[in-house]
Nanobody, 124 residues
Framework: QVQLVESGGGLLQAGDSLRLSCAAS????????MAWFRQAPGKEREFVAT????????SYAGSVRGRFTISRDNDKNTAYLQMNSLKPEDTAVYYC?????????????????WGQGTQVTVSS
């Protein structure tokens, strides 16, 4: 079993930058595809970004492409989400997730492990 713990959320202003971290325990991250999802108040949880096991391949939602960067450090068993040029519409609880499958996926149902979430609030 894998435990994922997010950190780094906070209250920011439009245009600010923030890096979220996702620390894993229970097994090595190197065998797990990682992703970030987010859920805004009153909305469904949505895909943000995903990264392959080795960190070579990434994929982003259109709303964050060019502003957010997903990365991972398998030696530290940690994944990251660097968020730049933040907008009020980025306000949400951000969740780290892990997938055992071999293919890249943007679907919540395909992810096996979830963190508890970290709040990011962006004011205008």
């Amino acid at each position: 079993q894998v435990q994922l713990v997010e950190s780094g959320g906070g209250l920011l202003q439009a245009g600010d930058s923030l890096r979220l971290s996702c620390a894993a325990s229970g097994r090595t991250l190197s065998g797990i595809r990682m992703a970030w999802f987010r859920q805004a108040p009153g909305k469904e949880r949505e895909f943000v970004a995903t990264i392959s096991k080795g960190g070579v391949m990434t994929s982003y939602a259109g709303s964050v492409r060019g502003r957010f960067t997903i990365s991972r450090d398998n030696d530290k068993n940690t994944a990251y989400l660097q968020m730049n040029s933040l907008k009020p519409e980025d306000t949400a609880v951000y969740y780290c997730s892990g997938r055992l499958g071999e293919s890249m996926s943007t679907s919540l149902a395909d992810y096996n492990y979830w963190g508890q979430g970290t709040q990011v609030t962006v004011s205008s």
